[in-house]
């Protein structure tokens, strides 16, 4: 099993993290920074928690100014040594001693900088959420920035549903000023900018799906590049099988209709939590013309309270001749994951044509 995220924060780290601070601030004191972060709490701290913890206890270890500690980190971080997933303490630092009003363009500043190494994407959150005219005007010249790391934090700083960040409430009640962002990067030549702005329009999606589809009928043939954006934008449409949405990707419309025989078995029937199952699948599609099909299988999950909520696993998608004969095979596994939490009970199984149900099964899941 692997060890949880949160331990790349520790004492190791921290030496090497504090050695660097003291090669260009001589006053620092390596020892007692790391005895003041791991006190007696700190074991069960989780991720966030000791970022946090860190950045708080680093800063009475700096000078005084917040000018002053910046230009310390700037020295550490400028040599290139600071990068990846455990320097997103960075910015954190910056999201903590930075937010005061005398401090806004230093901060904007900071966080544009310490974004190469790592992310700020949940640094500039809290200035949105002060400020959001101010917040968004900035990110509008970051989305014009030469850097790709900059340009993406335009758009993934602005993501009203961010996993792990502080959700924009004010962007999921109206997401129209994230929308000028997202068209500056409409057909940036970074492909891990394009997967934050589709990531974006994913994210208004689940709130605004018509502000989505109009963007997709908008952008779509502009350009290969923001083809792939607004395709990867429109997945959860898509999962819905939203009628506008399959009709702009092509999907055949009426697919139940256009099935004319359709199948789906598991084997074994009945499984323990924890254990495997083979699901195995069949359709024919109509004579005619070639059609867009997307073939999906549902599990119907039973919750604790007995309620079932059904989740889609992709199997094909694809545009075939008219006639065919689609099949294919996969393994289910029944094992409790962080994010599912299996269940006792009947579940069904269903067989997903372009969003219509057209064939069923059911398996027994036993404790």
Known sequence: MAEPLKLVYNEKFLHGFGAKIKSVYDPFDVEHFIAEVIDASWDE???????RKISETL?????PSYEEKLDVLFAVNDDGSC???PYLLLPDFVEVYGQADQHWELSMHALERFTSGSSSEFAIRP?????????MRQLAIWAEHPNEHVRRLASEGCRPRLPWGVALAVFKRDPTPILPILEKLQADPSLYVRKSVANNLNDIAKDHPTVVIETAKRWQGKHPDTDWIVRHACRTLIRKADP??????????NASARTTSAEITIEPDVVNIGE???LSYALRVQEGEPARVRIEYGVYFVKAKGQTSRKLFLLSDKTVPGGSVLNGQRTHNWADLTTRKHYPGAHRIVLVVNGTEVAETMIDVRA
């Open 45 to 51: 701290l989780a991720l966030k928690e000791r970022m």
């Open 276 to 278: 495997k199952c083979k």
């Open 83 to 85: 990068t990846g997933f």
């Open 127 to 135: 200035f949105i959420l002060r400020d959001p005219d101010r917040a």
């Open 244 to 253: 506008e949405i399959m009709q702009i990707f092509g999907y055949a419309e």
């Open 59 to 63: 800063g009475r270890y700096l000078p």
